[in-house]
Structures are given as C-alpha cells and as structure tokens.
Nanobody, 120 residues
Framework: QVQLVESGGGLVQTGGSLRLSCAAS????????MAWYRQAPGKQRELAAV???????NYADSVKGRFTISRDVAKNTLTLQMNSLKPEDTAVYYC??????????????WGQGTQVTVSS
C-alpha cells in the first residue's frame, strides 16, 4: 500500500503563490504516475496536473502556464508550484498516485486533501 500526505495549502490573495507538497510512503517503488486533483465546492473532482515516472507532464488548460508539477523520486515527494493564483483556483487539492500491483493491475491511492483559498 502507498500512503500520501499533503501539506502547504492555505489562504492567499489573487496573484499570489503557494507550493503544495505530497509525501509518499509505503510501497513507493510501485508508483507509476502521480497527480494533483482538485475539487471546488459543488463541483466534481478534476485533474489539475499529472507527472509520469519518466517525468512527462500534462496540465489542465485552466492551470497551464501557472502551475508546475514536479517529483523527487529519491525523496518520495510530489510538488505543485502554483503561481498567479485566481479565485477560481479555490478548492481542496488532493495528491494522487497510480500504483501497480505485484500480480498485475493498478489502483489509486489518495491523500486526505489540503485546502487552497484564493481571495479576490
């Protein structure tokens, strides 16, 4: 099993920056991709950014050019640098890992979430 713990959320003004971190523990060698999802009040959870185990990245159009996802495999950490924040970025941000199973198949592991609030 893989456990994920996020940190770094908080309150920031429009145009400000925040850095989210996710610490992974457990069977981290089985992790394939890692990602940040977010869920705003009354909305479905959506993918914000994803990084593969070969450091390929992809971003939602709404965050492209403002957010940067990175991964330190040696330290088992995932980071999301968020710049030029907007009120519509307000959401609970969740760390996600796609984890392979020894005998085939994958499963998702989720962190508990961290609140990001951007004031106008």
């Amino acid at each position: 099993q893989v456990q994920l713990v996020e940190s770094g959320g908080g309150l920031v003004q429009t145009g400000g920056s925040l850095r989210l971190s996710c610490a992974a523990s457990g069977s981290t060698r089985m992790i394939k991709t890692m990602a940040w999802y977010r869920q705003a009040p009354g909305k479905q959870r959506e993918l914000a950014a994803v990084i593969t185990n070969t450091d390929g990245t992809n971003y939602a159009d709404s965050v492209k050019g403002r957010f940067t996802i990175s991964r330190d495999v040696a330290k088992n950490t995932l980071t999301l640098q968020m710049n030029s924040l907007k009120p519509e970025d307000t959401a609970v941000y969740y760390c996600n890992a796609r984890v392979g199973r020894v005998f085939g198949g994958d499963y998702n592991s989720w962190g508990q979430g961290t609140q990001v609030t951007v004031s106008s």
